[in-house]
């Protein structure tokens, strides 16, 4: 398998990762998670191959319900999308930066979208930073 990050830092700041055994199965694509250059060139990558995707790049509503929306045409039944750090902002950690975080955008993409259900299964040991955020493809 192959991993995509995508990283706002710099190619230079990213040199350290490159000297892993894995390296070579790390694909770096820069800029924002949200940008359509990005999301094009992700699109381009996967194609019609098997993904997962991990959401955990900046926390509002507002950002993590758009990843939602762009990303999960990416994943295939049975695959998921986790988000993560949906414990952010009184679920149960306090969160500054606006008034539902991760939780309240996985909340309202849920209610808007019936093909993914929450796998509760993935928070069966009682703790978890992404409460409600192991999202599984159901159809």
């Known amino acids: 398998g192959m991993v995509i990050t995508i990283e706002l830092k710099s190619k230079a700041d990213i040199a350290k990762i490159r000297?892993?055994?894995c390296a070579d199965r790390i694909e770096f694509v820069f800029g924002g998670s949200t940008n359509q250059l990005v999301i094009d060139k992700i699109?381009?990558?996967v194609k019609d191959k098997r993904c997962m995707v991990l959401l955990d790049s900046w926390h509002t509503k507002?950002?993590?319900y758009n990843e939602l929306n762009l990303y999960s045409k990416f994943v295939p039944v049975g695959n998921y999308i986790i988000v993560e750090d949906s414990h952010a902002n009184g679920n149960p950690v306090p969160w500054k930066?606006?008034?539902e975080?991760?939780?309240g955008a996985i909340?309202?993409?849920l209610f808007e979208n019936d093909n993914f259900e929450?796998?509760?299964e993935c928070e069966k040991h009682l703790m978890s930073f992404n409460p409600n955020?192991?999202?599984r493809r159901k159809k």
Request: no cysteine; aromatic share 20%.
């Open 19 to 21: 000297e892993y055994k």
């Open 43 to 45: 699109s381009n990558i």
């Open 62 to 64: 507002e950002h993590v």
């Open 97 to 99: 930066w606006d008034d």
């Open 101 to 103: 975080g991760p939780m």
């Open 107 to 109: 909340e309202q993409w």
């Open 118 to 120: 929450v796998d509760y």
């Open 133 to 135: 955020g192991y999202l």
